[in-house]
């Protein structure tokens, strides 16, 4: 099904206003944005011929290909070869041929290298890719969202094929390109004027004495079942603790504990104590 952008821009924006990186997928993040950020005079002449910008080409790619400059940027497909998957394209001379065509394939030259938001780049990025988690699994597609708080399990492990207990461990591209962004401002999309991200979180609010380790804790003291174990490392199941904590206290769920959730875990706990 197709979507008319103007209707998911807002799903977009909130979105984009929601987003932080994983603790434990933010080093990931940091060193791919880095890699592709090394790439960009590979991906600029195509900039320059379909007005596509270089944070959509790079995390695109790096998402189709492994960032593998023998493959066609549009399928992952051998640039020499016609490819598998309609609608076919290719064989094409070289990466930038190919890269050119596929990004006029989906119509992306027609935004207008001025024009180009983060909105439009997670519209194109999600058609890029099809809509089918939207359309058939009801979620945000791992595609632009994988290795943030916005991704859930599930995901096409194979063309048709799609595994609800898989967890897509391919980074996002909407977090790179902010990280490629971040790294170098001159990549900043044209409409959208540059702001320096906060400082990275940790998902634990500053408190020297309510870090990973005593979120750990706590929420094993208010059983919680499974109990974490407890190693001071903020990851996945910490977060859907502190989510589930977060639903049960009406507070708004993300799986950070912030101040909020920081304060309501302390009066939780206090009134577990209590009641002993």
Not at 134 to 156: A, C, E
Not at 187 to 195: F, H, T
């Amino acid at each position: 099904m197709q979507h008319p952008f103007s209707v998911l821009k807002p799903e977009y924006t909130h979105l984009l206003a929601a987003m932080q990186v994983r603790p434990e997928c933010q080093k990931l993040v940091d060193e791919v944005a880095v890699k592709l950020d090394g790439y960009k005079t590979r991906y600029q002449p195509v900039t320059n011929a379909d007005g596509v910008p270089v944070v959509f080409i790079g995390p695109s790619f790096e998402r189709e290909a492994s960032s593998n400059f023998n493959l066609n940027p549009a399928q992952g497909w051998p640039l020499h070869s016609i490819s598998k998957w309609i609608p076919h394209n290719g064989p094409f001379p070289n990466w930038q041929a190919a890269a050119i065509a596929a990004y006029r394939l989906n119509g992306l030259d027609k935004v207008g290298a001025a024009n180009w938001t983060w909105e439009l780049i997670c519209y194109y990025g999600e058609l890029f890719n099809g809509f089918g988690y939207r359309d058939f699994h009801h979620m945000h597609s791992p595609y632009l969202w994988g290795g943030t708080n916005i991704q859930t399990v599930g995901k096409y492990t194979a063309d048709g094929k799609f595994d609800t207990n898989h967890m897509d461990e391919q980074l996002g591209i909407i977090p790179l390109a902010r990280r490629m962004v971040d790294i170098d401002p001159t990549l900043a999309l044209p409409a959208v004027p540059y702001v320096p991200a906060p400082p990275i979180s940790s998902g634990i609010a500053a408190e020297p004495d309510a870090d990973a380790t005593w979120v750990q804790e706590t929420i094993n003291a208010l059983g919680y079942e499974p109990p974490l174990m407890v190693d001071g490392n903020y990851g996945r199941d910490t977060k859907a603790a502190v989510e589930s904590f977060q639903d049960s206290y009406g507070l708004d769920v993300d799986g950070i504990a912030g101040a909020n959730t920081i304060a309501a875990l302390r009066k939780a706990l206090a009134a577990s104590k209590d009641t002993v």
